[in-house]
């Protein structure tokens, strides 16, 4: 928590923190999730997986000097392009595995981590890296919401399958914290010069708000399903007692995309 608020905050002075702690989260993200979705008991390959890391964080790279740097405008399709030629290459002289599970697994893991991860640099760059800031905080809330109010009285499971700790209960309360927090974002003297540069209404952030509570925990289910389906417990073992990093950033990943279109749609009415 720390690393992002100080690389956010950062922003303005030098935008490498923020481009080193997530292209950090984009190889740690691949690594774990190359494993959770191998299937038919191919374990993933170290050479994919590296000429995978190395596409993602070019593309990020580039995605970043696109929006800041106007000399290298557009330049951000030149990594993605390349790493789809070397990819898909790279799979002709590996006749031993199953081409099928190699590519699907590849790019799934990509897309799932990397994608995101670029959003949040477009809303940072474009916007404001202290709405990207507002989003972390409002993850947490949500959370803490979730957690405190579901253990108190959560009784209705949310999605019992795949997440049995989950409660209707704790979505509310987690709403609540969440949908509080953005409407003082937005009409609170100190909180708005502190994220909302960009003076978005309260309906806008009361609608990033929910957005965040709904993807939040769509995020956070849709991790567990994977790590059902791969039969483990934890993405990867890199945070002791916590699991992975895609155990940290899985509602991260699904509240990026959301905000990002909800933030596109905002400005173009």
Not at 72 to 81: N, Y
Not at 140 to 158: E, S, Y
Not at 225 to 236: F, H, N, P
Request: net charge positive; glycine share 8%; with cysteine.
């Amino acid at each position: 928590m720390a690393l992002i608020v100080a690389s956010l905050l950062l922003w303005d002075t030098s935008k490498w923190p923020f481009v080193v702690l997530f292209a950090t989260f984009i190889i740690l993200g691949i690594h774990e999730a190359a494993k959770l979705l191998s299937h038919n008991g191919q374990k993933p390959s170290s050479l994919i997986k590296a000429i995978d890391m190395a596409g993602a964080v070019l593309t990020f790279l580039a995605v970043v000097a696109h929006y800041n740097v106007p000399s290298l405008t557009g330049m951000f399709v030149i990594p993605a392009a390349g790493y789809l030629l070397v990819r898909f290459t790279t799979q002709l002289y590996m006749p031993s595995r199953n081409a099928l599970a190699d590519v699907s697994q590849s790019l799934g893991a990509v897309a799932y981590v990397t994608l995101p991860i670029i959003a949040l640099a477009i809303i940072a760059s474009s916007f404001s890296p202290r709405i990207v800031l507002a989003m972390f905080v409002f993850i947490w809330l949500n959370d803490t919401g979730a957690f405190l109010v579901g253990c108190a009285i959560g009784k209705h499971r949310l999605f019992e399958r795949i997440s049995p700790k989950k409660s209707w209960e704790g979505v509310v309360g987690g709403a609540a914290f969440v949908i509080a927090a953005a409407i003082a974002c937005a009409s609170v003297a100190c909180l708005q010069q502190v994220f909302n540069p960009i003076n978005l209404s309260v309906a806008t952030w009361i609608t990033l708000g929910i957005a965040t509570v709904i993807a939040s925990t769509l995020g956070d289910l849709f991790e567990s399903l994977l790590k059902r389906t791969a039969g483990v417990k934890d993405s990867g073992n890199i945070i002791p007692g916590h699991g992975g990093i895609l155990d940290r950033i899985d509602s991260l990943l699904f509240v990026a995309l959301a905000t990002l279109i909800i933030l596109q749609i905002a400005t173009l009415s």
